[in-house]
């Protein structure tokens, strides 16, 4: 499984970008957007199930965040609004193999990776 994320870049506070993360090769399940700040390990965001169940989110972004899947396109997407300076980080989209509907926290529950895309806000 290949992941390739966009859409990072520089955004003042209270503003809005989009990530986009698509996926190529074999069939995934569940997808994922985590986060890495300088100096801090690494955070779950949110994350969305193939099955078309409710997804999930870490609670400093829910409200702001939405994250969202295109089957078709095989594209994972994370609108981000309200955007504050604590959300400056690494974005990385992550995904397990197919046949799992569990959304799972743990950044150990998914083998597969994407190169990470930097979002900035000043404040």
């Known amino acids: 499984v290949q992941l390739q994320a966009s859409g990072g870049g520089l955004v003042q506070a209270g503003g809005s970008l989009r990530l986009s993360c698509a996926a190529s090769g074999r069939t995934v399940s569940v997808m994922g957007w985590f986060r890495q700040a300088p100096g801090k390990g690494r955070q779950f965001v949110a994350a969305?199930?193939?099955?078309?169940?409710?997804?999930k989110y870490g609670d400093s972004v829910k409200g702001r965040f939405t994250i969202s899947r295109d089957m078709a396109k095989n594209t994972l997407y994370l609108q981000m609004d309200s955007l504050e300076p604590d959300d400056t980080a690494v974005y990385y989209c992550a995904a397990r193999g197919s046949g799992i509907t569990v959304i799972h926290t743990a950044s150990q529950s998914y083998p597969y990776w994407g190169q990470g895309t930097l979002v900035t806000v000043s404040s």
């Open positions: 969305i199930s193939s099955s078309g169940g409710r997804p």
